[in-house]
């Protein structure tokens, strides 16, 4: 019989792991910033010191960089679902909306934390990268759609998916998930609103 010690998964420090670590770091980001915010502040709000927190990551830009691509790997996945379905780009588009409207009501701290870079940083600088990029996607799919008759031809394609996306990111301003609508109703209100209008029509 083997009798030699197994030795168990290492777990880091009592009372965090890098998961709740991590949605602290992103509470504090959003409300003090991120470059106002010090590893010292981290660890006063977390009532662990600095080592405990350098046990689970190697700096402060690593924490943000977690942070944004909790949010940027959300939508490129709900990017790649759209561009995966088959039919008209206007179904995919509105497909895309809706999956980022849960991709934000799910994973609110980070992308009101992603919205607020600006580039300062490399990792900033990254996630800007991968922002632009994904905006094109969306581009790109309004562009299929004016090609195929279904978005007006009027509006240029960058400036219409800046607008519909422009609606989505808005509600980091607002949206509060307790007590406040589910992420389908809100997905449908935006919808609703990106894709119909505000004009009710009028019986002749």
């Known amino acids: 019989m083997n009798t030699a010690r197994i030795t168990p998964p290492r777990r880091g420090r009592p009372g965090y792991d890098l998961e709740s670590l991590l949605a602290v770091a992103v509470k504090v980001f959003n409300e003090r910033g991120y470059e106002a915010t010090s590893m010292e502040d981290l660890s ?40 995966a379905m088959e039919g008209r780009a206007i179904d995919r588009l509105e497909h895309l909306v809706r999956s980022s409207v849960h991709v934000l009501v799910e994973r609110l701290p980070f992308v009101t934390l992603l919205l607020r870079v600006r580039g300062n940083t ?22 299929q759609a004016e090609a195929e008759g279904d978005v007006r031809p009027d509006v240029d394609p960058a400036v219409t998916s800046r607008l519909v996306f422009g609606l989505v990111n808005s509600l980091i301003e607002w949206y509060r998930p307790r007590g406040g609508m589910g992420a389908d109703a809100l997905a449908d209100a935006v919808c609703k609103i990106a894709f119909d209008g505000l004009r009710q029509d009028r019986p002749t």
Request: aromatic residues 6%.
């Open 122 to 143: 490399a990792v900033e600088r990254r996630a800007l990268a991968r922002r632009r990029e994904f905006d094109r996607l969306v581009s790109d799919l309004v562009e």
């Open 44 to 83: 006063r709000r977390l009532g662990i010191t600095k080592s405990a927190i350098y046990y689970h990551v190697s700096s402060k830009d690593e924490l943000l960089r977690l942070a944004v691509d909790r949010a940027l790997n959300g939508l490129f996945e709900a990017a790649d679902a759209a561009a």
